[in-house]
């Protein structure tokens, strides 16, 4: 099993759709969860951490199951803006794995006029 | 405040060249990662360091040599260069805590011929 694994995609939606993505990781010690999104030739900036609880930032909702090592991200009234690779984000475990973190490889999203 | 930047934008090389990536960050971040991210490809950390004086190999440091003499500079050295280190070249710094969210320069591009 890969360390984090995504639909690559393409997800192609109108604006205004509603978009979920799913990622599992098979290190069962990872504590820190992330998406990042990712534009073309961009570098990856920090979308949100993702919770336990499950955290929501305006039209974003993340959700974390531990038993199932699976995360998901849902995007509500999708806009062009949006349009990015999705990428999701765990941590190694403890200690020095702490701080380092393994990259999914992402899932694409081009949300269409 | 510039976050995290990195020279050059772009760069060409020829095979057996050398020369370093430079990565700046001003928000007092003690860890800092070089990644590498190939076409299609999630991102493979290079080296990181969690403080002046203070690296350590990633998952993929063939070829590649760092340093980090103060808490705000973190250069990539690439020795005696190969097509196979034609990539986009990521820096990042994280705070000295969980969850560790990353944060990003915008990148170099290398090609090797």
């Known amino acids: 099993r890969k360390e984090v694994e995504q639909d690559p995609g393409p997800f192609n939606v109108p604006e205004g759709a509603t978009v979920a993505f799913n990622c599992t990781y098979s290190?069962?010690?990872?504590?820190?969860f992330f998406w990042y999104r990712q534009d073309c030739r961009k570098e990856p900036k920090l979308l949100m951490s993702?919770?336990?609880s499950g955290n929501e930032d305006g039209r974003f909702t993340a959700q974390l199951n531990r038993a199932s090592q699976y995360i998901s991200l849902l995007i509500r009234d999708s806009k062009l803006s949006d349009s990015a690779t999705y990428l999701c984000?765990?941590?190694?475990?403890?200690?020095?794995?702490?701080?380092?973190?393994?990259f999914g490889k992402g899932t694409k999203l081009s949300v269409i006029p | 405040n510039a976050g995290v930047t990195q020279t050059p934008k772009f760069r060409i090389l020829k095979i057996g060249q050398s020369m370093t990536l430079q990565c700046t960050q001003d928000?007092?971040?003690?860890?800092m990662y070089w990644y590498r991210q190939d076409p299609g490809m999630g991102l493979k950390l290079i080296y990181y360091?969690?403080?002046?004086?203070?690296?350590d190999k990633g998952e993929v440091p063939n070829g590649y040599n760092v340093s980090r003499s103060t808490t705000e500079d973190f250069p990539l050295r690439l020795e005696l260069a190969a097509p196979s280190q034609t990539s986009v070249y990521f820096c990042?710094?994280?705070?000295?805590?969980?969850?560790?969210?990353?944060?990003f320069g915008p990148g170099t591009r290398l090609t090797v011929t």
């Open positions: 990042a710094s994280s705070p000295q805590g969980p969850p560790y969210e990353q944060y």
């Open positions: 290190n069962s010690a990872s504590q820190s």
């Open positions: 993702v919770y336990s």
């Open positions: 984000v765990v941590n190694r475990g403890t200690g020095a794995g702490s701080y380092q973190l393994t």
């Open positions: 928000m007092n971040h003690n860890y």
């Open positions: 360091s969690v403080g002046a004086g203070i690296t």
